[in-house]
């Protein structure tokens, strides 16, 4: 079956600048999160969606934002890029009986 | 709050060589824990998990033992091959609705020929 699909891959985006970025789940698969991953701080929980609902929220900036639609497809916006918010972003999916999640590729985001 | 502490890498092995990579954590309440993969220029890969105390989670020859007396979930493998060069990553989750995942900072493991 497939298999959590991220897009864009990669994208640069200037300073300023709002991006949205996308995570189709495995099929039957509820639960989406999503994870920033950079060198520094390593992975970073942003938020979690379960049902069309934000479940948990990391301690991310009000600039990150996210929702989920009712075909459990996701999608998170950051808005006024920095430069620090260059990363990889990480979507995962569930089906929320705690035997782990299933990771995407990732969008690797550079802001310049 | 929750955390996970694992051993700082750079790990370097030939190969056939035992692996351990030392995970502790800190939670409250009976957490599942999880051992992830990522090869280079790739998403996380879920290696192996346990959900609960002396739970033995084992996948591609990798194995950990859930031991709760020890808060540890420590990663072994009796002989590793180049391909498992890949940076390894230990993670556990809360119950219920709080199913995030906690991190560990990732040890780099590299097999050499």
């Known amino acids: 079956k497939a298999g959590v699909t991220q897009t864009p891959r990669y994208l640069i985006k200037t300073r300023g600048q709002q991006v949205t970025l996308s995570c189709s789940p495995i099929s039957g698969h509820r639960s989406v999160s999503w994870y920033q991953q950079t060198p520094g701080q390593g992975l970073q929980f942003l938020f979690e969606?379960?049902?069309?609902?934000?479940?948990n929220k990391g301690n991310f900036p009000g600039r990150f934002s996210g929702r989920q639609f009712s075909n459990s497809r996701s999608e998170m916006n950051v808005s006024t890029l920095e430069l620090g918010d260059s990363a990889l972003y990480l979507c995962a999916s569930s089906q929320d009986r705690g035997d782990g999640y299933t990771f995407g590729s990732g969008t690797r985001l550079t802001v310049v | 709050g929750d955390s996970v502490t694992q051993m700082e890498g750079p790990v370097t092995l030939s190969e056939e060589a035992f692996l351990t990579i030392n995970c502790t954590y800190t939670a409250t309440g009976y957490p599942s824990l999880f051992w992830y993969v990522q090869y280079p220029g790739e998403g996380l890969q879920l290696l192996l998990k346990?959900?609960?105390a002396d739970d033995k989670g084992s996948n591609k020859g990798f194995e950990a033992t859930y031991r709760k007396e020890t808060t540890s979930f420590h990663l072994e493998k009796g002989s590793v091959q180049v391909s498992d060069s890949a940076v390894y990553f230990c993670a556990l989750s809360g119950a219920g609705n709080n199913r995030k995942l906690i991190w560990g900072l990732g040890t780099s493991l590299a097999v050499n020929p």
């Open positions: 346990a959900t609960k």
């Open positions: 969606y379960f049902s069309e609902t934000q479940r």
